[in-house]
């Protein structure tokens, strides 16, 4: 009995929990700030093997609630994207994230971009490709400072449209990033066609890579197939050296992981930045 009540317990105050998010989801939307203090960026730098420095990084959402505290994206992301306030917090996070690149361009750090993760949804909206690029215009960096990481989780009637979309904001120089690949629907033919950058390798093909030499030798191949194709390639999680030796030998030119760094709040993306001489 006591185990079911405790049970029923954290229910409740999980369900609690959730409305209070969700309210505070609705108000964020209603107001449409983008300046809202609410929404962080964090920040998690990326390595670049080629030079051995860290010159981009990926941004992160969190939300910083009164009666919670931290929320993490797993807890708001899902729910963001069911009530369709989605867009009003990837508007306030590229926003933010534009503002802190001009700040640390103007403080002579070299940073050559920050990637932002956009909702496959934002891709189906006819205003995206007209707010993304009044937010970076408004926050004067180049285009060429800001990427886009999308996950293949679009239909196949709607590749044409994704593509498009692609395409002309890749006119102005923002890269794009595909992100999770080896989960969901991974599959070649979906990907070739897509006019992408950078194909980031989900952290469970790092995990699988060091398993055994026929995993590794499997991932090995597929990372070759992305490097013929001019794909340039990061791998996610990695923990280790061990990870980032094997990364390196399947043809990593990124790499990004709790070896180098956590997600921190971006304005801490200093301590990882040479500064320009
Ligand atoms: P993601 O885009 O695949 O982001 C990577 C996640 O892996 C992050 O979790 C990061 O903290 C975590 N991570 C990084 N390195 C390591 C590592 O070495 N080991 C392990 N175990 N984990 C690592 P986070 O920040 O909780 O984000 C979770 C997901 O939420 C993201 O997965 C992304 O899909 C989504 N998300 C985050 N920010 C945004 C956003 O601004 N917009 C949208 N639409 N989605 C977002
Ligand atoms: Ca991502
Ligand atoms: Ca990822
Ligand atoms: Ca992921």
Redesign the pocket.
């Given at each position: 009995v006591g185990a079911v009540y405790e049970c029923q317990n954290k229910d409740i105050i999980e369900y609690r929990k959730a409305s209070y998010i969700l309210g505070e989801l609705k108000d964020i939307n209603a107001h449409c700030d983008l300046e809202d203090e609410r929404v962080k960026v964090?920040c998690?730098p990326v390595l670049n093997t080629r030079t051995n420095r860290f010159a981009s990084a990926?941004?992160?959402?969190r939300l910083e609630l009164p009666e919670t505290g931290m929320v993490?994206?797993?807890q708001f992301?899902p729910m963001a994207e069911r009530h369709d306030y989605?867009h009003t917090?990837?508007k306030i996070?590229l926003n933010k994230t534009c503002r802190q690149i001009k700040r640390l361009e103007q403080e002579g750090y070299q940073i050559d971009r920050v990637s932002?993760?956009?909702?496959i949804l934002e891709f189906r909206r006819k205003e995206f490709c007209k707010d993304v690029m009044d937010i970076i215009r408004q926050n004067e960096i180049p285009y060429e400072k800001v990427a886009i990481?999308l996950?293949e989780s679009w239909n196949e009637t709607e590749f044409d449209n994704i593509k498009n979309t692609i395409t002309s904001l890749q006119k102005l120089g923002i890269k794009f990033y595909l992100?999770?690949f080896g989960t969901g629907y991974s599959n070649f033919e979906r990907i070739i066609g897509l006019p992408i950058d950078v194909i980031k390798f989900?952290?469970s093909l790092t995990i699988l890579a060091g398993k055994n030499a026929e995993s590794r030798y499997m991932v090995g191949s597929f990372s070759d197939i992305f490097k013929n194709s001019h794909y340039e390639i990061l791998f996610?999680?990695?923990?280790n050296e061990k990870d980032e030796d094997q990364c390196k030998q399947m043809n990593a030119l990124y790499l990004?992981?709790?070896?180098y760094s956590?997600?921190i709040p971006i304005e801490e993306l200093t301590r990882f930045l040479g500064r320009a001489v």
């Amino acid at each position: 009995v006591g185990a079911v009540y405790e049970c029923q317990n954290k229910d409740i105050i999980e369900y609690r929990k959730a409305s209070y998010i969700l309210g505070e989801l609705k108000d964020i939307n209603a107001h449409c700030d983008l300046e809202d203090e609410r929404v962080k960026v964090y920040c998690q730098p990326v390595l670049n093997t080629r030079t051995n420095r860290f010159a981009s990084a990926e941004a992160l959402m969190r939300l910083e609630l009164p009666e919670t505290g931290m929320v993490y994206p797993d807890q708001f992301i899902p729910m963001a994207e069911r009530h369709d306030y989605i867009h009003t917090l990837s508007k306030i996070i590229l926003n933010k994230t534009c503002r802190q690149i001009k700040r640390l361009e103007q403080e002579g750090y070299q940073i050559d971009r920050v990637s932002v993760n956009f909702s496959i949804l934002e891709f189906r909206r006819k205003e995206f490709c007209k707010d993304v690029m009044d937010i970076i215009r408004q926050n004067e960096i180049p285009y060429e400072k800001v990427a886009i990481e999308l996950t293949e989780s679009w239909n196949e009637t709607e590749f044409d449209n994704i593509k498009n979309t692609i395409t002309s904001l890749q006119k102005l120089g923002i890269k794009f990033y595909l992100d999770d690949f080896g989960t969901g629907y991974s599959n070649f033919e979906r990907i070739i066609g897509l006019p992408i950058d950078v194909i980031k390798f989900d952290r469970s093909l790092t995990i699988l890579a060091g398993k055994n030499a026929e995993s590794r030798y499997m991932v090995g191949s597929f990372s070759d197939i992305f490097k013929n194709s001019h794909y340039e390639i990061l791998f996610e999680g990695v923990e280790n050296e061990k990870d980032e030796d094997q990364c390196k030998q399947m043809n990593a030119l990124y790499l990004q992981g709790y070896k180098y760094s956590k997600p921190i709040p971006i304005e801490e993306l200093t301590r990882f930045l040479g500064r320009a001489v």
